[in-house]
């Protein structure tokens, strides 16, 4: 039997992560031959020997050039004053929401004072007419 997956596998198992294996087994015997390679699989997973490095910290803050950190925090001014902006805008879209609901509301207001006058005119002529015609 080849140790294939085992040697796919052990580049893969390195580094400094804690790696566990769960193998699957059926005690049925139909499966018993899938079982016994799933614990053969296993048993040789196990015996990968692995050595685990220590990763090495910087500070990113210190090996940043100062160029790059000035340019960020101009970037972060700029977001910041772009937030800011676009809160006033939302303010003023809101304000100008409101203005048109009340410029609306005035607008029906005249609408129905005109068309309420027109409908007075109309009857005013129309008894008019009915007075001089009897």
Known sequence: MSDLP??????SLGGNAKTSLVIAVANAEDHLDESMQ?????????????RA??????DVKVDI????????EQKEGQA???ALSLMAKENELEQAQGDLKVTTT???IITVAIITTT???IMIIMIIITTITI
């Open 6 to 11: 085992c040697l796919m596998l052990q580049e």
């Open 38 to 50: 799933s614990l053969q699989f296993g048993s040789r997973a196990m015996r990968i020997m692995t």
């Open 53 to 58: 490095m220590v990763n090495e910290r910087m």
């Open 65 to 72: 050039a100062p160029e790059i950190l000035a340019e960020l």
């Open 80 to 82: 910041n004053a772009l």
């Open 106 to 108: 005035i607008t029906m």
């Open 119 to 121: 409908i007075i005119i």
